[in-house]
């Protein structure tokens, strides 16, 4: 019997999360279940999962949140406020926590987490990107696990000899991670400029929360990807590909130097990467309908359009520059990514606000949580006086 902490479980990958728990009460119980904001949907949660601690992590809504438990008849402990989200994911007798917050909010307990021991299912890819060297750290500090929940990166884990492999004494030539190219696939950039927040929202293939639905449609998704799978595989940049692959049924796939290519094929559903990590090595059943292939009938690969979607090389270029430029790109990402969606950034201004960012920081070596947070800080101010200036305002009023 596995106990889980499942941080971030009002959100999208929590729901997934906690479907998959639902099936299997012989497997899995719930220690701990964690959100932001969402009172009245995390004390149905815990109506209904019956955790020993429920922690949200605004302050704020504490009183209210215990009044909506005691309004259930709902008897468990509750944590509030920061402290108490690193807490959950480090100090219970949970054994798994499911890193499912978004955005750098969720950095400070998927590195306790890792500290600690747990096995660690992570989704919360901002994280890796602003602290690789720092988790991976933390995880041989606490010699636990770390799983990846990303459907590609779980589809790549899966399709290499072990955990922990070296790619090199493995045979591996390149690591080809999928992409659907998002809503806006195909279309110039003159036809970006004006799409809101809804289109950009409105993910063809998959259900996800705002933020990450926003880094699909920009590709930064796909850029962020590529930095989480250089340290989750210890993959140079120039061994890692991205092909967009609008059907999302291949999640990714590894090319040996034989010549093979292995690829995770399966619908895109994220509760098959859910099942996967939290059983694995066994294999549970996940709730996933059987792939029909007839019914998919074909399978299309394409070049990503680099040029409308800038995002992707400057993740590239973040993660050849090293040091603080992937925590640069993710903070200036996180930043324009909020404007966009509050309707104070043009959406081609996500990839400029970006690349100004990179430009006018230096890539300085990050030796501890401190410097990280430092440079996070930094970048975000940066960002924020980007998307106030001018030029981008410009931007937005003047494209046809
Ligand atoms: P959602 O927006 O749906 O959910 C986010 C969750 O994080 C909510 O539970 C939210 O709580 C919580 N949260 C937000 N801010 C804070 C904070 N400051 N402190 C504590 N908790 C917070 O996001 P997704 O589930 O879509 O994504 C979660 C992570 O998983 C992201 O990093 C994303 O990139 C990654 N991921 C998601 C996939 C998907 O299919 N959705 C696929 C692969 C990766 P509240 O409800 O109270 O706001």
Redesign the pocket.
Same mark, same amino acid.
Do not use: F, Q
């Given at each position: 019997m596995r106990t889980l902490a499942v941080?971030? %479980?009002?959100? /999208?990958?929590? +729901?997934?999360t906690l479907d998959v728990v639902a099936r299997h009460p012989d497997r899995f119980r719930i220690g701990v279940l964690? %959100?932001?904001? /969402?009172?009245e +949907?995390?004390a149905d949660l815990c109506l209904r999962f019956r955790p020993d601690l429920a922690?949200?992590?605004?302050e704020a809504?504490e009183k209210e949140l215990r009044a909506q438990l005691a309004a259930r008849n709902v008897d468990c402990r509750v944590g509030a406020g920061?402290a108490a989200?690193v807490e959950a994911a480090s100090g219970t007798d949970c054994d798994t926590v499911v890193?499912?917050?978004?955005?750098a909010?969720?950095l400070e307990?998927t590195l306790a987490a890792a500290r600690a021991g747990k096995r660690l299912l992570l989704?919360?890819?901002?994280?890796i990107v602003m602290a690789g060297p720092l988790l991976l750290a933390a995880l041989e500090q606490g010699g636990g696990e770390l799983l990846p929940?990303?459907?590609e990166h779980n589809a790549v884990f899966q399709c290499l000899p072990g955990a922990r492999t070296d790619l090199t004494r493995a045979g591996v030539r390149r690591i080809l991670l999928t992409a659907s190219g998002g809503p806006f696939r195909g279309m110039p950039a003159s036809a970006l400029a004006e799409v809101t927040p809804e289109r950009a929202c409105a993910h063809p293939k998959?259900?996800?929360?705002?933020?990450?639905?926003v880094?699909s449609a920009t590709l930064m998704?796909k850029g962020?990807e590529v930095i989480e799978a250089h340290y989750l595989f210890d993959a140079p940049a120039e061994r890692i590909e991205v092909l967009v692959h609008p059907q999302s049924v291949v999640h990714s796939l590894v090319e040996y130097v034989d010549g093979s290519v292995l690829a995770q094929l399966g619908n895109p559903d994220?509760r098959t990467?859910i099942a996967h990590a939290l059983a694995w090595p066994e294999r549970i059943e996940a709730g996933v309908a059987a792939l029909d292939l007839l019914a998919v009938a074909r399978l299309d690969f394409e070049a990503p359009d680099r040029a409308t979607f800038r995002c992707l090389d400057l993740a590239y270029q973040a993660l050849r520059a090293g040091g603080s430029a992937t925590t640069v790109l993710n903070a200036a990402n996180e930043e324009a990514v909020a404007a966009f969606l509050d309707g104070r950034l043009p959406f081609l201004g996500i990839a400029e606000t970006i690349e100004r960012c990179l430009e006018g920081a230096e890539s300085a070596p990050l030796n501890d949580l401190a410097a990280l947070l430092d440079a996070d800080l930094t970048a975000r101010r940066h960002a924020q006086r980007i998307i106030a200036g001018p030029t981008v305002r410009k931007m937005h009023t003047s494209t046809p």
């Open positions: 941080l971030g %479980a009002t959100g /999208s990958i929590g +729901a997934n964690a %959100a932001h904001r /969402s009172v +949907a995390l922690v949200i992590a605004d809504c920061p989200l890193a499912a917050i978004v955005g909010a969720g307990s989704a919360n890819k901002e994280a929940l990303d459907s998959w259900r996800m929360g705002r933020k990450i639905s880094d998704n962020l994220m990467a």
